[in-house]
């Protein structure tokens, strides 16, 4: 969505308390939590935290290349290993290979044990932690082709997401088409990404919103009576008849889309 209406911000309550369970999870709404959408870009239960009771570091420890196939010992594979409360250190471990990319598996963040490729991890799927796919590593858009470089919501490590078409979407079991800062890309949703025309929502990776809806600024939603003052909204074709509920239009949904994603649209009251 058009960057510059994201400005109204409040807390999502209901998106807070679904997630608070996880101790990974970083309540957008306040900025803080236990340090682990969705939608953010990358700049089981194995014991929590490291036997010292250090926190660990919000900033990566890069031991391997986690992109690079190359960059461990024959044997061994670069994956995301839990340090404290932060799951960024890129070490090399067994390489226990026995799934294939996009396979169920079982997050292992402690051990690294989980059975996917190198260079992939077992991504969790809900917030409890306890089950997961084989998404491939990142650290930034350029290690994804032509896909992005996006945060997992519930563990926060960094994984790639190919581009999809919002309005045909075409996704990985476990994934959805969602927006990204200039694209729609196969993220990971949240239990509670489900809603529709006027759900509330909140804008960083338009949490609260079901595939097919972005979130916006809610003085442009026609019936919006969301508390956080922003709700979802239905994606649109620019080139394409008008579909959006009267007196909404279908409007640019990027400022600055990505190359092939200046047809797409989000139904609002132009401002």
Same mark, same amino acid.
């Given at each position: 969505?058009?960057?510059?209406?994201?400005?109204?911000?409040?807390?999502? @309550?209901?998106?807070?308390?679904?997630?608070?369970?996880?101790?990974?999870? /970083?309540?957008?709404?306040?900025?803080?939590?236990?340090?682990?959408?969705?939608?953010?870009?990358?700049?089981?239960?194995? %014991?929590?935290?490291?036997?010292?009771?250090?926190?660990?570091?919000?900033?990566?420890?890069?031991? =391997?290349?986690?992109?690079?196939?190359?960059?461990?010992? /024959?044997?061994?594979?670069? %994956?995301?290993?839990?340090?404290?409360?932060?799951?960024?250190?890129? #070490?090399? !471990?067994? #390489?226990?290979?026995?799934?294939?990319?996009?396979?169920?598996? !079982?997050?292992?963040?402690?051990?690294?044990?989980?059975?996917?490729?190198?260079?992939?991890?077992?991504?969790?799927?809900?917030? #409890?932690?306890?089950?997961?796919? =084989?998404?491939?590593?990142?650290?930034?858009?350029?290690? &994804?082709?032509?896909?992005?470089?996006?945060?997992?919501?519930?563990?926060?490590?960094?994984?790639?997401?190919?581009?999809?078409?919002?309005?045909?979407?075409?996704?990985?079991? /476990?994934?959805?088409?969602?927006?990204?800062?200039?694209?729609?890309?196969? @993220?990971?949703?949240?239990? !509670?990404?489900?809603?529709?025309?006027?759900?509330?929502?909140?804008?960083?990776?338009?949490?609260? &919103?079901?595939?097919?809806?972005? =979130?916006?600024?809610?003085? @442009?939603?026609?019936?919006?009576?969301?508390? %956080?003052? @922003?709700?979802?909204?239905?994606?649109?074709?620019?080139?394409?008849?008008?579909?959006?509920?009267?007196?909404?239009?279908?409007?640019?949904?990027? %400022?600055?889309?990505?190359?092939?994603?200046?047809?797409?649209?989000? =139904?609002?009251?132009?401002?």
């Amino acid at each position: 969505m058009p960057s510059d209406r994201r400005w109204l911000q409040a807390p999502l @309550l209901a998106i807070a308390a679904a997630l608070a369970c996880n101790p990974y999870y /970083e309540d957008p709404t306040t900025g803080g939590g236990g340090g682990g959408g969705g939608s953010e870009s990358a700049s089981g239960d194995e %014991t929590q935290g490291s036997a010292s009771g250090d926190p660990g570091s919000p900033v990566a420890e890069l031991h =391997c290349k986690p992109a690079d196939l190359d960059s461990c010992p /024959e044997g061994q594979k670069c %994956t995301a290993l839990l340090v404290g409360h932060y799951q960024n250190v890129y #070490d090399c !471990v067994e #390489d226990d290979t026995a799934l294939t990319l996009y396979s169920t598996c !079982v997050p292992a963040p402690v051990s690294g044990q989980d059975l996917c490729p190198p260079s992939t991890v077992c991504a969790p799927t809900s917030g #409890d932690g306890g089950t997961g796919i =084989c998404a491939p590593l990142c650290l930034g858009d350029s290690e &994804c082709g032509s896909g992005r470089c996006i945060e997992n919501p519930y563990n926060r490590v960094p994984v790639c997401g190919e581009i999809c078409d919002p309005l045909t979407p075409i996704c990985p079991a /476990e994934l959805e088409c969602r927006q990204t800062d200039d694209a729609f890309a196969c @993220l990971f949703p949240t239990e !509670v990404d489900i809603g529709t025309e006027t759900a509330q929502c909140y804008s960083e990776g338009d949490r609260g &919103c079901g595939q097919g809806y972005v =979130c916006e600024a809610g003085v @442009l939603i026609p019936g919006c009576q969301s508390p %956080t003052g @922003l709700c979802c909204t239905a994606v649109c074709d620019l080139e394409a008849p008008e579909t959006c509920p009267i007196p909404a239009t279908c409007n640019p949904a990027f %400022t600055d889309p990505a190359p092939g994603y200046d047809w797409v649209g989000a =139904c609002y009251i132009p401002y």
